[in-house]
């Protein structure tokens, strides 16, 4: 079973009354970890420091210190640098510490003054703990670090559910030689038909998927994974490092699809949920995300269905089966640029520069946000700079109560700054669900995936979404943003009968999950 875990990082930095800066030291942190190498006797553990050339650098675990000359930049401080070097490309110096699997506190000084400590619950074999941009994690020493990738002047499908549930099926019924499909939950039988006839035809066939679901793994989406493996479909579950394996996309030959929604009834089935989703015509971006699914496919804890299901129980889960009208056509575009954006390696930083230099309007759709995160910070920057900023959350029971505290908390902050930005609780007015959709227009900037506006999604998870720089397509999903938003009205109110005891007592329960999905 794949274990979830919780990393913990203290950063500390010495404040005096001297600056730090005399001696150099604001320069000197903590940079990497791996204390379990998955070596004979952990051999090859380090620490990645910076610190200033020629300054005394000690690192202290409490139980022992050790002390070097700075030789400047980053270097691997290490007990066995011949083991170390086989693991990192960064300078080795030694003696080191000897880093304990069950967890850690190093105290980083610099000329005698501390300036950076790090402390980690538990480690995870074969992990680097990291930080990158400013947050710790960890990640496989192996699995590369993607930046986003743009790809010039592609066709691009694009299209909306529940409106055009056959555009994701047509996509993989088209596949002559590879067909790679990633989800967080494969439960729709139409699927499972498409990609067993796919591989009766000759097709490379694989289907990865996430082996621990909030809630528990679904008893129906089992059923279509036996299915597809006893048919000779390659099926494998992804369990660490990324905390959950999220992503939503498939790769049909060159042509790649990416949407917002999970291969199951109520998503690419259009049977409740609200979601975006686009099919684009590229070599290169099928070429991305076949890496990325490779990537995921080879990690340690990536795990075949069929040893994976062994001795395993599955919960009972709701099957959506609304039906809803096709009000928004598919429309087919030229688009002059797409970009790959990945979490947890690229994303956010993506989607933050985006609204950062939105200079117009940004119009967001999210089941929910993280009211302190880094995506609303940046939508309050937007607003005060200018830039009309609107925001369509989920109004689904699951999320209605802490949705109506934040729409109200945001537009009273609006309404005491003049800013322009506006908050509204979706009302599907029978068009659809419940809004699943991840997506932001901004200004000529479309991006459309599975990423969830909080740190956990960004960080943790593995994410997947498009940014298409194009007007046409921004105008196609704004104009059903629109649609949506004038259906809905500003301070949406609590549904009736939705009261007492029982329905706090599951609003709490789900509040306990907030920080990982909404699958519903």
Known sequence: MSHRFVLVVLVFIAVGATPMAAAGSTDAQFVSALPDPATPGDEG????????????????????????????????????????SNLTNQTVVSPGLDLANGGETVTLRVDGRVVDRLTYERSHEGALLERHDGAWSWWPRTLPRRSVRTHSSVNATLFVLPDSPSVPLKTLRAANERLLLAGYVVSSPRVADELIAAHERGVRVEVLVEDGPVGGFPRRSAR?????ATAGVSVRVVGDPHSFHHAKYAIADDTALVTTENWKAAGTGGEKSRGWGTVVESPSVASDLAATFSDDSGLPDTRPWETFRLGRQFVVTESANGSYPSRVATQRVRVRNVSVLLAPDNAEGAVVQQLDTAEDRIDVIQPTVEADGPFVVALKRAAKRGVRVRLLLGSAWYVDDENRKLAARLNDWADRTGNPLSVRLARPASRYGAIH?????????????????????ARENREVALALDDPAAAAYYRNVFVADWRASERGWRSRPGLVGGAA?????????LRRLDFEK
């Open 45 to 84: 553990e380090f620490v990645t420091v910076r610190a200033p050339e020629g300054t005394t650098v000690s690192l202290d675990d409490g139980e022992e210190r050790i002390s070097f000359v700075a030789p400047g930049g980053r270097v691997a401080v290490a007990s066995n640098p011949a083991a170390a």
């Open 437 to 457: 959709a991840k997506g932001v227009v901004a200004d000529d900037t479309v991006i459309v995936g599975s990423l969830n506006w909080n740190r956990h999604s």
């Open 224 to 228: 279509v994974l036996d299915r597809l």
């Open 504 to 512: 706090v007592a599951v609003l709490v329960g789900v509040a306990a």
